[in-house]
């Protein structure tokens, strides 16, 4: 029963377990540092935890979130003071650390004026991101801004009551320049390639649009560093809230459950200063081009095919689809075969421990990480996490069979049926023209040929490459046959085929 205990805040936290972690440091002398836009769980799993772990030595770091959408994550947080908490799970137990690094939190579509004051105090030096692949209004076939996109034609509109996340940085650097206020420096925390130079021209393409001035200022004076951010954030269930709410002995109507591997590596340049993220274990380096296209296309892009495979063959979790037959040796040989050769040397980086880290934390049977979680979003997914992989095998004139099977998974997901007839509940900004495109179509011809004329997903280099059809033609075809679970279990790559 939770319904009797009372609620996490400030003074509640003497009712918190000692085994639990709290706030080293006096809550009342926090400062505001960040402006954090996309308050989602992973950013309380990730960025706030470390940010957490420094706030002791200097707390001028505090974060101010911002809700770009809903306001549910202000309405559960505010009456707790801002405090939550990560329970960290895996087979061996959970562990819970309270966590008090939030100082606001605001929720833009309700006072988009508040957010754009937040963002031009002089004490803010940073604005981090993770706002999804869909909040950067870009197409990822060719990563430029998206101007057909709603929210970027309203920001055009209306730049001073903006609503997308370029539009919010656009207009808050605008502002702090006409009073002579410093930049502060852009982090993007999404997981798109190149995410800081990404949102930079994102940025500074929406500026230049209506002001061509202030886009020369942001592509000369503000720093959009690149980071490569990991861990994986299972969406939080009620379930969840019943039973850490039960360990921490207060109510806490919105934990984050996570996983006990976390990794940031960070392009190392921040003109108006940062925390000292390396103390909670970041890796600041020169540059994370090689660790980004590691992650996206070993972690997401295994994940993805995943999602939608396992999906497909009835299952619940990546847990359940990682023990099913054949699932764990098919991705693991995508991962050797297919996609590590892709990969930029990285020196000192014992790729294939981490690897085998992957397989382990896929399989772990504490997270509940929900395939259809994963499949969401795929039309802004798909490019980094398998089809840039596909083009460099393709220019390197090798196979891509596996890759093309998750492609194919993608492709059958979204005809908005499952293996059954049911209809699957298709989440994903295309939704409505993906449905639309392949509705009525019976043959596996016609179904690849609608879904490849969607050009914000796949650029030319695909729709005119007559190999790459044929090759996920038939992986489509394989799949509509047999259907997921026996492909997969059944699964021998063309060439060597007999
Ligand atoms: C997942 C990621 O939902 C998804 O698409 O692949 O959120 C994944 O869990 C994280 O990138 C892990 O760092």
Redesign the pocket.
Known sequence: MTGTLNSLSDRTLTDVPATVGKPAYDRSQLKTGIIHLGIGA?HRA?QAVYTENILQDDPSWGITGVSLRSPDTRDALAPQDYLYSVAVRDGAGEKLHVIGCLTDILVAPENPEAVLQAMCQPDIRIVTLTVTEKGYCYAPSSRTLDESNSDIIHDLKHPHAPRSAPGFLVEAIRRRHASGLQPFTVLSCD?LPANGETLKRVTVRLAALTNPELGRFIAEHVAFPSSM??????ATTDQDRASVSRALNVKDQWPVCTEPFS?WVIEDHFPSGRPSWEKSGASFVRDVAAFELM??RL??GS??TL?YLGFLAGHETVSATMAAAGFKTFIRAMMDEEITPTLPALPDFDLSTYKDQLIERFCNPALH?RTA?????GSQ?LPQ?LLNTIHNRLLAGQSFDRLALGVAAWMRFVTGKDEHGQVIDIRDPLRDQLLRATAGLTTTQDILSALLAFDSIFAPEFTQNAHFKSVILQQLETLLTNGAAKTVQNFKPASTKT
Do not use: C, E, G, Y
């Open positions: 992973f990730h997981n951010i990991d861990r994986i954030v299972p990794q992650k996206l972690l997401n994940h993805s999602a990480h979680q994963i499949a969401m979003d997914k996490r």
